[in-house]
């Protein structure tokens, strides 16, 4: 009797385990998709056509970033000028869309 207590409870724990490594993985799959930049502005575009403005500004977020990301190391050779006006002419067209502004300072 005592075997199958102590049986169920490691069966238990080891079940408990393997739920959290999953839950894991499906976050990290998850923040992996959203980090891609052609799935952020289809995802961009189907929240704007949707209304819901608030996780567009999420996608239009990550494609800024990734933009800022691949090119960082070209930034100062390509453009003249600051960071805040290469998003701004960038993605212009999105920002309008969310009704977002980029302030120089």
Same mark, same amino acid.
């Given at each position: 009797? $005592?075997?199958? !207590?102590?049986?169920?409870?490691?069966? /238990?724990? !080891?079940?408990?385990?393997?739920?959290? /490594?999953?839950?894991?993985?499906?976050?990290? #799959?998850?923040?992996?998709?959203?980090?891609?930049?052609?799935?952020?502005?289809?995802?961009?575009?189907?929240?704007?056509?949707? /209304? +819901?403005? $608030?996780?567009?500004?999420?996608?239009?977020?990550?494609? #800024?970033?990734?933009?800022?990301? +691949? +090119?960082?190391?070209?930034?100062?050779?390509?453009?003249?000028?600051?960071?805040?006006?290469?998003?701004?002419?960038?993605?212009?067209? $999105?920002?309008?869309?969310? /009704?977002?502004?980029?302030?120089?300072?």
């Amino acid at each position: 009797m $005592e075997t199958i !207590i102590i049986i169920s409870i490691t069966i /238990g724990i !080891i079940i408990l385990v393997c739920f959290f /490594g999953i839950s894991s993985d499906v976050s990290n #799959i998850k923040k992996a998709t959203y980090k891609d930049k052609e799935s952020s502005a289809i995802l961009f575009k189907l929240y704007i056509s949707l /209304g +819901e403005k $608030e996780k567009a500004k999420e996608m239009l977020y990550n494609m #800024i970033e990734i933009f800022c990301e +691949e +090119e960082k190391k070209n930034i100062k050779k390509k453009y003249k000028g600051n960071a805040e006006d290469i998003v701004n002419k960038t993605f212009a067209k $999105e920002l309008a869309e969310v /009704g977002l502004t980029i302030n120089n300072m």
